[in-house]
Nanobody, 127 residues
Framework: QVQLVESGGGLVQAGGSLRLSCAAS????????MGWFRQAPGKEREFVAG????????YYGDSVKGRFTISRDNAKNTVYLQMNSLKPDDTAVYYC????????????????????WGQGTQVTVSS
């Protein structure tokens, strides 16, 4: 099991940027696909982005394509989410997830409740 701690959230004006970090401990995430999800009040959890275990392949939710970028630094056991051109609709709690099954691609379908999840970080975008 890996422990995941998200950071970097906060309050930002529309059009601004934030960079979220997800620091892993307890085991290496080298073999794990990693993902970012978000959940706004009253809404279902939404897939934001995923990266394969190699980092060579990335996936994005339709609502964030072209604005968000997921990346990973295996040496630091950390995954990042660079968020640009933020909109009020991006307001949510953002969660990091580590796929427990190794060597996978990071698509939405690779993540489920059996994987490792962080506690989340709040992102609020004001208009």
């Amino acid at each position: 099991q890996v422990q995941l701690v998200e950071s970097g959230g906060g309050l930002v004006q529309a059009g601004g940027s934030l960079r979220l970090s997800c620091a892993a401990s307890g085991r290496t995430i080298f073999r794990s696909a990693m993902g970012w999800f978000r959940q706004a009040p009253g809404k279902e959890r939404e897939f934001v982005a995923g990266t394969s275990w190699t980092g060579d392949t990335t996936y994005y939710g339709d609502s964030v394509k072209g604005r968000f970028t997921i990346s990973r630094d295996n040496a630091k056991n950390t995954v990042y989410l660079q968020m640009n051109s933020l909109k009020p609709d991006d307001t949510a709690v953002y969660y990091c997830a580590a796929d427990r099954k190794p060597f996978r691609g990071g698509e939405r379908s690779d993540f489920d409740e059996d994987d490792d999840w962080g506690q989340g970080t709040q992102v609020t975008v004001s208009s």
